[in-house]
Every structure is written in C-alpha cells, then in structure tokens.
C-alpha cells in the first residue's frame, strides 16, 4: 500500500503553482524505515 505523485519539471524546476508544495508526513508514533523514490525521465 503506498501513495504516488506526479509532478511535471520544467526548466530543471518543479512545476507547481503559487500556493502548492509537496510535505511528507508521519503520523505514527513509532516509524520503522522509509523509502522515497524518484523516478525522473527525460
């Protein structure tokens, strides 16, 4: 079970608009390990 996000990059930036941004969360009180991946293709 995982989330996934798509982002489009445009001139070497992340294309987001005025008020958005990307924040990763934990709401557990004890995390094991995570991992994020990032997949970029050209």
Do not use: D, H, M
């Not at 987001?16 to 995570?34: D, K, M, N, P, T």
Request: aromatic share 12%; net charge positive; with cysteine.
């Amino acid at each position: 079970v995982g989330q996934s996000l798509t982002i489009p990059i445009t001139n070497g930036r992340l294309n987001l608009g005025v008020w958005q941004g990307i924040y990763l969360c934990e709401f557990r009180y004890s995390g094991g390990r995570r991992k994020i991946v990032a997949t970029i293709y050209s």
